[in-house]
């Protein structure tokens, strides 16, 4: 989404692909959903999958401006995210709210306070890859961290090699 606002909702929503979209002037890596300016609502009752079928160096998610909302209309929905998660810019709300949820990818949001991921009840982050977190909010989540270079502000810990943060978000 460049400009305009985009709102997809049902009881099973499945985003798949690897869309190819410049980034200031420049080629970026795809990214199965795109926002820079513009908004856009993904929510599902019962499953909300997002899968980036491009390059290893793509996102599921990559927002650079504007907004992403991602997330189940209730903490019985599962969320599914493969691929990685990226944003620069603009605002992110991504929220994962049980055992059944998941990321599957590096996560990259700088120092972008606008930016929060959430991991609740059980939800999993499995990091493949170097990653920095600005908001990693919940409660009862896991994150099988094993690559460096991660940054969660909330706490105010920075990870260099190590894995500082515990595995679990209480």
Do not use: M
């Amino acid at each position: 989404i460049y400009k305009g606002k985009t709102n997809v909702s049902g009881k099973t929503v499945t985003v798949k692909g690897a869309a190819q979209a410049p980034v200031d002037g420049k080629e970026r890596y795809s990214s199965a959903v795109y926002v820079q300016g513009g908004e856009v609502n993904l929510t599902a009752d019962d499953k909300l999958a997002i899968e980036n079928t491009g390059s290893d160096e793509g996102n599921a998610i990559g927002v650079y401006g504007g907004e992403a909302i991602v997330k189940g209309t209730s903490a019985d929905t599962i969320v599914t995210v493969d691929g990685n998660v990226s944003a620069s810019a603009g605002k992110l709300d991504l929220a994962l709210e049980n055992a059944e949820s998941y990321i599957n990818g590096a996560i990259n949001t700088a120092d972008n306070e606008n930016a929060v991921v959430t991991l609740s009840n059980g939800a999993t982050w499995n990091a493949t890859g170097e990653s920095k977190v600005s908001n990693l909010a919940g409660n009862k989540g896991e994150q099988n961290i094993s690559h460096r270079s991660w940054v969660c502000s909330r706490w105010g810990l920075k990870g260099g090699y190590s894995t500082p943060l515990p595995n679990r978000i209480y």
